[in-house]
């Protein structure tokens, strides 16, 4: 059964870091597209980033020179390192594995990233 | 980048009604076209990929269709489970992005 459970979430201050993690089960990351999705309260859904199975990596512009996306292979593990972060940045970040023409299929229940001072 | 917009934003429907929710895209996406259901405090669930596959699991009452530009999703006998905001989104080119989402409630 494919399980994904991010974790890392918290409050964080304007212009800290934080690291979101993703832990899979039931496929292989490294084998698979992954990506994140945010939600800010109230609001719909933005694709934030994407990584292929070859280490390619794709980032919305919003996000884009402020966060990271990369996996850990040996513990299955998809991470998001988002630094800089903005109040706009408040978000549900949904961990998501992407099937290429079939879309994204296997959703995480999400963590919250709140950030404010 | 494309511009995904959905009609109507919020629909109220009786037990049983067939609904149909409209997306649009800015270009054309091909059928790169893909549907969520999301219900209050819960993740997003994927419906329909290419614009008329149904994933795993998901009942045949939701259908869609549509390539290039215009897409509907068509849920065929409303049941009090599929009371939700639903979400269409175009992979074709990055960035992804989403339709604001169209939230479907009790009459």
């Known amino acids: 059964e494919v399980q994904l459970v991010e974790s890392g979430g918290d409050l964080i201050q304007p212009g800290g870091s934080l690291r979101l993690s993703c832990a899979a089960s039931?496929?292989?990351?490294?084998?698979?597209?992954m990506s994140w999705v945010r939600q800010a309260p109230g609001k719909g859904l933005e694709w934030v980033s994407l990584?292929?199975?070859?280490?390619?990596?794709y980032y919305a512009d919003s996000v884009k020179g402020r966060f990271t996306i990369s996996r850990d292979n040996s513990k299955n593990t998809l991470y998001l390192q988002m630094n800089s972060l903005r109040a706009e940045d408040t978000a549900v970040y949904y961990c998501?594995?992407?099937?290429?023409?079939?879309?994204?299929?296997?959703w995480g229940q999400g963590t919250l990233v709140t950030v404010s001072s | 980048d494309i511009q995904m917009t959905q009609s109507p934003s919020s629909l109220s429907a009786s037990v049983g009604d067939r609904v149909t929710i409209t997306c649009r895209a800015s270009?054309?996406?091909?059928?790169?076209l893909a549907w969520f259901q999301q219900k209050p405090g819960k993740a997003p669930k994927s419906l329909i990929y290419?614009?008329?596959g149904l994933h795993s699991g998901v009942p045949s009452k939701f259908s869609g269709s549509g390539s290039g530009t215009d897409f509907t999703l068509t849920i065929s006998s409303l049941q009090p489970e599929d009371f939700a905001t639903y979400y269409c989104?175009?992979?074709?080119?990055?960035?992804?992005?989403f339709g604001p989402g169209t939230k479907v409630d009790i009459k």
């Open positions: 998501v594995r992407f099937s290429g023409s079939y879309g994204f299929d296997y």
């Open positions: 039931g496929f292989t990351v490294s084998s698979n597209y």
């Open positions: 990584i292929y199975s070859g280490g390619s990596t």
């Open positions: 270009q054309g996406i091909r059928n790169y």
């Open positions: 290419g614009a008329s």
């Open positions: 989104q175009q992979y074709n080119s990055y960035p992804y992005t």
